[in-house]
């Protein structure tokens, strides 16, 4: 299957874990393809992975890597080097907070690197620096984040098995098909027809002060994942000692409040803009491109949107080989364009802003379609 190639890196370990669930074998008059899926795209796409192995593309630049952990250490240094210098007044307080904001938006496009094991060659060298970047430069679950994200890529967009939309119907409806279920069901839990409005003031600032921050305790706890709980106490122990002794104590929660506000809407913007905007539905089976295709796309590439979204610009071929490392993403890409065109898929690329825009267009729309299916005699 397309999708446990794309997930495992170590092939030989993780068929030692199936081999016990082996049932048998198909007959040769069976057909190995499922009736949903293309045939001939499947075959031209495992054709496409076998060049990209060939090519090196699965290969890291362990420099690169480097070089990124190595800025964001320098930014969080900064961030308190500059209130130990200057004080914490308004001015260096503003800069300290865009400092810390900056690495853990960096740190969190690090962590999803190593998160697809895309950093190191060896799996056991990418789960522990996973760790130091999630658990102790962050602060929340390393497993908690694999647990939620390897779902969101083997589903994208499908209700119920990607944990990324499950905000429909309970913040905001989403899609077009369940948008128009919903409103023939009757069912308003929120004033959807404007939820392009409060989206502002909602999910981008309070995803990670709220519910991220709640929900990786949550999970860490009840699934006893007690080393990334060690791991995660050392941020706060780090955070407090660092800062308190600059800040005075009823006040330290304000600064943990507010980057965690800024760098959410950061993530929330980056995030949703290659997902919300596009195709929203049951999962249909189909086939691994077929399926990423619909519910992804681009952002133009420069080196600002590079940066500025940890490479994720490259939604599609990042969907499409998950464990390959982001800065190989625009060398596949023109090979991606080809077998698009060659079966007919569309590859969406947009520039950043307007990516940001259709966010907001595709609530509005799905809004509107819920009000007039809810107010349809």
């Known amino acids: 299957q397309d999708a446990f190639v794309a997930f495992h890196t170590d092939k030989v370990l993780v068929s030692k874990y199936l081999k016990p669930l082996q049932i048998g074998e198909l007959a040769p008059d069976q057909p190995s393809i499922e009736p949903t899926k293309n045939e001939e795209l499947v075959k031209d796409f495992r054709e496409l992975r076998?060049?990209?192995?060939?090519?090196?593309?699965?290969?890291?630049n362990q420099l690169f890597f480097f070089l990124l952990l190595a800025h964001i250490l320098l930014l969080d240094t900064a961030a308190?080097?500059?209130?130990?210098?200057?004080?914490?007044?308004?001015?260096?307080?503003?800069?300290?907070?865009?400092?810390?904001?900056?690495?853990?938006?960096?740190?969190s496009w690090l962590q999803h690197d190593l998160g697809h094991l895309s950093v190191f060659r060896k799996t056991k060298w990418n789960h522990l620096l996973h760790k130091f970047v999630m658990c102790h430069l962050i602060g929340a679950s390393a497993k908690w984040?694999?647990?939620?994200?390897?779902?969101?890529?083997?589903?994208?967009?499908?209700?119920?098995?990607?944990?990324?939309i499950d905000m429909h119907p309970f913040l905001f409806t989403l899609g077009k098909k369940f948008s128009v279920e919903l409103g023939i069901k009757k069912k308003k839990y929120m004033p959807y027809n404007h939820q392009h409005k409060y989206f502002f003031i909602t999910l981008p600032p309070l995803l990670f002060p709220t519910y991220f921050h709640c929900h990786t305790f949550y999970i860490a706890y009840?699934?006893?994942?007690?080393?990334?709980?060690?791991?995660?106490?050392?941020?706060?122990?780090r955070f407090f000692?660092?800062?308190?002794?600059?800040?005075?104590?009823?006040?330290l929660n304000f600064p943990i409040?507010?980057?965690?506000?800024?760098?959410?809407?950061?993530?929330?913007?980056?995030?949703?803009?290659?997902?919300?905007?596009?195709?929203?539905?049951?999962?249909?089976?189909?086939d691994w491109m077929s399926s990423q295709l619909l519910a992804t796309c681009n952002v133009k590439q420069s080196l600002f949107n590079d940066w500025f979204t940890g490479h994720l610009n490259f939604q599609i071929e990042h969907h499409l080989f998950p464990s390959m490392p982001r800065h190989n993403y625009?060398?596949?890409?023109?090979?991606?364009?080809?077998?698009?065109?060659?079966?007919?898929?569309?590859?969406?690329?947009?520039?950043?802003?307007?990516?940001?825009?259709?966010?907001?267009?595709?609530?509005?729309?799905s809004g509107e379609l819920w009000l007039d299916a809810y107010l349809h005699k």
């Open 50 to 60: 076998a060049t990209v192995e060939r090519m090196g593309l699965l290969e890291p």
């Open 80 to 107: 308190w080097l500059i209130l130990f210098c200057f004080g914490t007044s308004l001015l260096p307080f503003v800069f300290s907070l865009l400092m810390l904001t900056i690495s853990q938006v960096q740190a």
């Open 145 to 164: 984040w694999t647990l939620l994200h390897s779902q969101h890529h083997a589903k994208p967009n499908c209700l119920h098995k990607d944990p990324d």
């Open 222 to 237: 009840t699934k006893k994942y007690w080393a990334d709980l060690a791991w995660m106490l050392t941020f706060y122990i």
């Open 241 to 251: 000692y660092t800062y308190g002794s600059l800040l005075e104590t009823k006040i």
């Open 257 to 286: 409040s507010l980057h965690r506000m800024l760098e959410s809407s950061w993530f929330v913007w980056v995030s949703q803009m290659n997902h919300i905007p596009m195709d929203i539905d049951y999962d249909k089976n189909l």
């Open 330 to 365: 625009w060398k596949v890409a023109p090979l991606v364009k080809s077998l698009c065109a060659k079966h007919g898929l569309e590859y969406q690329c947009k520039p950043l802003l307007t990516a940001f825009a259709d966010i907001v267009h595709s609530l509005k729309n």
